[in-house]
DNA sequence: CTTGACCCTATAGTGGCTTCAGGGTGCATA
DNA sequence: TATGCACCCTGAAGCCACTATAGGGTCAAG
């Protein structure tokens, strides 16, 4: 498999594949004589679990974690279920200040009655006073 | 005004400010002969109307863009009513992709039993198949 | 033998700051 | 007068997770 079959089959930029080699996330696969990268299946399996990790909200030193708790099978799984619940967490702290920002904006929209910027109520909000 | 006063002022960071000045969101204030930078209350409206825009998610071309319109007092409020309503469905779109996250995080967590990493849901999850 | 899709490396850029190294200023206190 | 300390200065590098760009090499088909 060369780097641009992985691309497609995990819907990872060839450039983003490159940066995950370079940073240890995935181990470096062996060339063809013409200098191209080869994959098998644990480097799909390996990358999909990076980009699923990803897809989650999980930092690159997270997935690090995962990987690294992923290898060790008779380890307790307490590891893996505080970092998700971690992530988790700092979701839902996204999720509520997005929440506070949209009330604020539908607030100000609210407010609008599209005359002159000298009446601009949205300007007038972020203006001090 | 001493750069540290405005930064108490506006919950700021000195460096902030500094970067603030080199991006040319804020004017290049006097100086005193010791060389420090000397603030009056037109650099403290900006940089809080600077500090509300980003507050409220603005990026900082956005923030750009809102303080040449505040300039122009005669100007159609029409240009910053869609900044506003584009960064509000922004929000939106976040919050969503947030929302789905969290769905998925907690199914996760809500099927992990505590026990070994070979048995673990969440992981399991991760791995491909 | 050329075209075009693919691959390679190394480096710089993105946004919005933050941190660091290495100094200078200014005021109060011993 | 010396010294300590809080504050200020500049310039450059670092952060995250990529993305883009320059400048080239490989390989199979027509």
Redesign the pocket.
């Known amino acids: 498999m060369?780097?641009?079959?992985l691309?497609r089959l995990t819907g990872t930029?060839?450039?983003?594949i490159?940066?995950y080699e370079k940073e240890g996330l995935i181990p470096a696969p062996s060339r063809?004589?013409?200098?191209?990268?080869v994959y098998d299946q644990a480097h799909l399996n390996r990358l999909s679990f990076i980009r699923r990790s990803?897809d989650l909200g999980f930092?690159?030193?997270q997935v690090r974690a995962l990987l690294d708790l992923s290898d060790d099978h008779s380890r307790s799984c307490g590891a893996v279920d505080e970092l998700a619940r971690e992530q988790l967490r700092s979701v839902e702290r996204k999720i509520e200040d997005l929440q506070a920002l949209q009330r604020e904006l539908a607030s100000l929209l609210n407010q609008c009655s599209q005359g002159t910027i000298a009446e601009c109520r949205i300007i007038e909000a972020l203006a001090p006073g």
């Open positions: 060369k780097i641009g079959d691309s930029r060839v450039e983003t490159r940066f063809t004589g013409g200098n191209y990268r990803r930092t690159l030193d």
